[in-house]
Antibody
C-alpha cells in the first residue's frame, strides 16, 4: 500500500525557516516525481513545487520561487520542502503527493499544518 | 499564467446526474485530472487524463474534455458524493488547479 506521511509542520515566525518532510513507502520512490500542494484554511488547492525522480528537475509556483526549495533523498525514501523567509500568506496545510509533470497526482499524504505568525 | 475556472457550487438531487465544469483556454489540448476532497480529508484522484477512472472509483464518475471546457459527470449521485471537486492541468511544467466546486446532494 502506498503511504505518504508528512511531518515538520508547526508555528514559524515570518522570515524564519522550516523544513517539511514526507516519508514514502509502498512504491519504488526513486522512480517517481513528487509534488507539494498546499491549502489555506477554507480555500482551494494550490500547487507549490515538483521534483523529478532523479533530482534532475525542479519547478516552483511563482508565489514561492526563490524562498522554498524542494529536494529528496532517494536512499531514505523521503521528500523535503525547505521553507525560507515564510510569509503569513504561506500559512496552510501542506500535502506531499505522488505525481509528476503531465501526470495525475495519484496519491496524497494527510497533510501537515504550517502556521506563519509572529 | 494559465487559469482554470470552476463554478463555486453545484447542486444535484439524490440519484440524478451532476455535471461540474472546468473552463480554460483551449483546455481540450491538455489532459485534465479531477480530485474529490471530502471535509477534513486529503484529496483523492477520481478521474485522470480526461476520462480514466483509477482503481476503486465507481463507474458513476466520468469525464470529458473538448474545446475550452472539461466536464466531470457524476451519475446516480449519492449522499457520499458530497464534497469539493477540483480540476487540474499541467501548463509549462507548472501545476494549475481550478478554484474548486462544492457539490451538494439534495
Amino acid at each position: 500500500e502506498v503511504q505518504l506521511v508528512e511531518s515538520g509542520g508547526g508555528l514559524v515566525q515570518p522570515g524564519g525557516s522550516l523544513r517539511l518532510s514526507c516519508a514514502a513507502s509502498g512504491f519504488t520512490f526513486s522512480r517517481y516525481a513528487m509534488i507539494w500542494v498546499r491549502q489555506a484554511a477554507g480555500k482551494g488547492l494550490e500547487w507549490v513545487s515538483v521534483i523529478s525522480g532523479g533530482n534532475n528537475s525542479t519547478y516552483y509556483a511563482d508565489s514561492v520561487k526563490g524562498r522554498f526549495t524542494i529536494s529528496r533523498d532517494n536512499s531514505k525514501n523521503t521528500l523535503y520542502l525547505q521553507m525560507n523567509s515564510p510569509r503569513v500568506e504561506d500559512t496552510a496545510v501542506y500535502y506531499c503527493a505522488k505525481g509528476g509533470v503531465g501526470a495525475p497526482i495519484d496519491c496524497w499524504g494527510q497533510g501537515t499544518l504550517v502556521t506563519v505568525s509572529s | 499564467s494559465y487559469e482554470l475556472t470552476q463554478p463555486l457550487s453545484v447542486s444535484v438531487a439524490l440519484g440524478q446526474t451532476a455535471r461540474i465544469t472546468c473552463g480554460g483556454n483551449n483546455i481540450g489540448s491538455k489532459y485534465v485530472h479531477w480530485y474529490q476532497q471530502r471535509p477534513g480529508q486529503a484529496p483523492v484522484l477520481v478521474i485522470s487524463r480526461d476520462n480514466d477512472r483509477p482503481s476503486g472509483i465507481p463507474e458513476r464518475f466520468s469525464g470529458s474534455n473538448s474545446g475550452n471546457t472539461a466536464t466531470l459527470t457524476i451519475s446516480r449521485a449519492q449522499a457520499g458524493d458530497e464534497a469539493d471537486y477540483y480540476c487540474q492541468v499541467w501548463d509549462s511544467n507548472t501545476g494549475v488547479f481550478g478554484g474548486g466546486t462544492k457539490l451538494t446532494v439534495l
